[in-house]
């Protein structure tokens, strides 16, 4: 168990930083420099002299080795740098985004793995007609632009039957309902694609499951249909949807920043593409690193689960 | 058992979540006694600082700054946090301000003249995008209400700059000054309002309280003012189709939806969109350094064309680097270039490009630009002219470009200001819309003419600015537009004209 949980943190630790390096890396080769996005926010015209000044003012005349190096020292120190146009501590700017972000994120893949397995059981259970209507139905969701979902959903929803707010972010802790009515759309608009997948893939594992020896067995012994699909055989078919649960939460971290934007939900990922298009690079980095922090964490959660599904993973 | 029990509170666990987001309203159709005042802006601001931010930052800016002289929306000037001024001598260099009394900003310090010349010492310092306006000018405070600006040669606009609309006008209290660097994040102003930080997030939404050292309580008209930034068109209009906000900045692609969504339209003439042919030197494009050249792409302009199809209903042709009833406007050439290819190519053929010529241009996306590039890109193509486009969603990105001086043309929709302002900003050597600071001396002599005129001469010397610009085609204006806000019945004041189309926060109040 020790040796589990070092392995983890020193693969963890690995990743962090080479995501963080490679985030330095792909912001300095790209064109343009925070320098010049800086001073034309300001004065529109500057002169090379004010860029070389700028530049060394925010210590892009470094080697990028060095402003690494400087980065690390900040983050052994609790600090993720300040946003360079506005002075703003990164960790504040984080602090903001993170709980819309994660609220849409989260509320996604809970609506998608309830939704999707259950649809994915009936459809293996079912067969024929009806397993044939619910891959239809998934595929749909899957097909569906989910910009062009959006703007349905809002049209319908919200302005014409004025059931949700159009878009914005309630916090939970100041209004649990308004928070619940404000992420309703966006999560329903996620899931349609998220739940195709995750519908497909429990279907495929419980077909598998259900031509297994021992559910005949099970049968034999005269236990519901409901009882071997839901309490026998999705549990063994839930390993693969697990995975598949896993990479969809990651996908959604950068995936959601078009249906943040239509929204219009505080949320990382559309602050990162400000970010990155302003070249702030402390604000890009430390984004970098907090949707790395939810990656390695997601990994985590995902063991913890093999583990509660498949004794023989818990075991060995 | 166990599976019912946990069916059982999955079901419990949806409906109550269901029933919870259906009751609640959170910012939906408000009723009219709720004071809280949302306006929406499209554009983030990147920074809070008076001194360093853009133009268009604008609405952020005047409540919690109340800037020292006020322009109403029918364009005439009121006091501010100045209570009166005038120029001394007749040669427009010497401009004289007194400052209210009893003036004190949001931590409860006084308003001093010395603390407006250190406001503007700082502008200045500070090399923002309106520093220039103010660069050179001597700042002495004559006593404790008194200030005197004293500028190396003629500005007649002094009472225009010092308004909400540019900003600097409104004064940075003496905690900000000690410490700019609080100022990208919060406000330290002598506006009615004041920047509520625990309530902001940076990029989405800026929550403002009211100001309580503010010298008129009754001009504080609401208990909060929201500013939120939704950069989507569409979804400004959803906000205000569903009472999620009172007031918005509006698009030309989004007009005709909100006038039918029952809105108040407000819009008065402002911007013209068109190319910047920067490189009139010929560094990258020889091209452009022949006038018949950069007349030839403004008669190969099919100007109606455009503003039909982009901007139906609300734009029209422009010729002129300026609007109707705006600053130094010609009669004469309103149809300056009228839409004529044979003219063009005969230009061309003139100046040594018969077959044309490869011309680079970059774009960013608001205001339709990227389209109206598209479309010239069209037009030009019929006299032998290949416009390459480069197009930034990221405005940020675009604006380094473009006034770095990385492509010989670029787009740009700019507002009609006084022509002494427009110098520094659009064709003097050192404006940011001459990156390539080009030099004319015929120019510069009748800018400077203007800028030294009386009252009574100065539109008939802005004219003859005007027109020199036109007829040497430095730039190709294309169409001139309103810049649009749309507004619930919940609020009234909202109202523009051509001396003032730029929206005040000052004049919206409760409609009931």
Sequence with gaps: MVRA???????????????????????????????????????????????????????????????????????????????????????????????????????????????????GAVSARRGGFVGRLVDVVSLLGFAVPSFWLALVLIELFAVRWRLFPPGGYVDPRDDLGGWLATMTLPVVTLSAGAIAFIAKQTRDAMSDVLAQEYITMLRARGLSERSIVYKHALRNAAIPVVTMLGLTLVSLLSGAVVIEGIFFIPGLGERAVVATGDHNLPVITGIAFCFTLVVVTTNLIVDLAYRALNPRVRHS | MRTGRWRNALTVALVAGLVLAGCARPETDRQGDDRTLTVVSVIAPQTLDPAKTAQNNAWLEQLAYEPLIVRRSDGTLRPGLAESWHYEGDDNTTFVLTLREGVRFSDGSELTAQTV?????????????????????????????????????????????????????????????????????????????????????????????????????????????????????????????????????????????????????????????????????????????????????????????????????????????????????????????????????????????????????????????????????QQWAQIGVDLQITDYANANQYAAEAFGGQ??????????????????????????????????????????????????????????????????????????????????????G?????????LSLYEIVPAN
């Design chain 1, 5 to 119: 949980t070092v392995r983890w943190l020193a693969s963890s630790a690995a990743l962090l930083v080479v995501v963080t390096a490679l985030t330095f890396v792909l912001t300095s080769i790209a064109p343009g420099d925070a320098a010049t996005a800086i001073l034309s926010s300001q004065s529109g015209s500057y002169t090379p002299e004010q860029v070389e000044r700028m530049r060394h003012l925010l210590g892009e005349d470094q080697p990028l080795w060095a402003r690494y190096g400087a980065w690390l020292a900040d983050l052994a120190r609790g600090s993720l740098g300040t946003d360079l146009f506005s002075g703003q501590p990164v960790t504040e700017i984080i602090a903001a985004r993170l709980l819309p972000s994660m609220s849409l994120v989260v509320g996604t893949v809970l609506v998608a793995t309830l939704v999707g397995t259950w649809l």
């Design chain 2, 117 to 377: 010349v250190d406001h503007l010492t700082y502008v200045v310092e500070a090399g923002g995008q309106m520093a220039p306006f103010l660069a050179g000018n001597t700042f002495t405070a004559v006593d404790d209400r008194t200030v005197r600006i004293t500028a190396p040669a003629p500005n007649p606009d002094f009472p225009v700059i010092l308004t909400q609309d540019y900003i600097i006008g409104g004064v940075i209290g003496p905690a900000g000054l000690a410490d700019p660097s609080i100022l990208g994040t919060t406000t330290v102003g002598a506006g009615p309002y004041m920047l509520d930080p625990a309530q902001t997030v940076a990029g989405d939404h800026y929550t403002y309280v009211p100001n309580p050292h503010y010298y008129d309580p009754s001009a504080v008209h609401w208990d909060t003012v929201v500013i939120r930034i939704i950069t989507n068109p569409q979804s400004v209009l959803n906000a205000l189709r569903t009472g999620q906000a009172d007031v918005a900045v509006g698009d030309p692609a989004t007009v005709t939806a909100a006038e039918q969504a029952g809105l108040t339209v407000a819009s008065a003439l402002f911007l013209w969109s068109g190319v910047v042919l920067a490189d009139r030197d010929g560094t990258m494009v020889p091209a452009l350094a022949d006038v018949r050249v950069r007349q030839a792409l403004n008669y190969a302009t099919d100007r109606q064309a455009i503003a039909d199809a982009l901007f139906a209903g609300i734009g029209s042709p422009a010729h002129q680097v300026t609007v109707p009833d705006g600053y130094g406007y010609n009669e004469s050439l309103a149809n300056a270039y009228p839409y004529d290819v044979d003219a063009a190519r005969e230009l061309l053929a003139q100046a040594g490009y018969p077959d044309g010529f490869s011309l680079a241009i970059v774009t960013p996306q608001y205001q339709q630009l990227n389209l109206i590039a598209q479309a010239l890109a």
């Design chain 2, 494 to 502: 909202i109202r523009t004209s051509a001396q003032e189309p730029l």
């Design chain 2, 407 to 492: 492509f010989p043309a670029f787009m740009t929709a700019f507002g009609h200001i006084p022509i002494w302002m427009q110098g520094p900003s659009l064709f003097l050597p050192d404006a940011a819309f001459n990156p390539f600071k080009n030099v004319d001396p015929t120019l510069q002599a009748l800018y400077d003419e203007a800028a030294r005129a009386s009252e009574a001469e100065r539109p008939e010397r802005d004219r003859a600015v005007i027109e020199y610009l036109t007829t040497q085609a430095w730039f190709v204006p294309v169409v001139m537009t309103g810049l649009p806000y749309y507004a619930r019945d919940t609020v009234s």
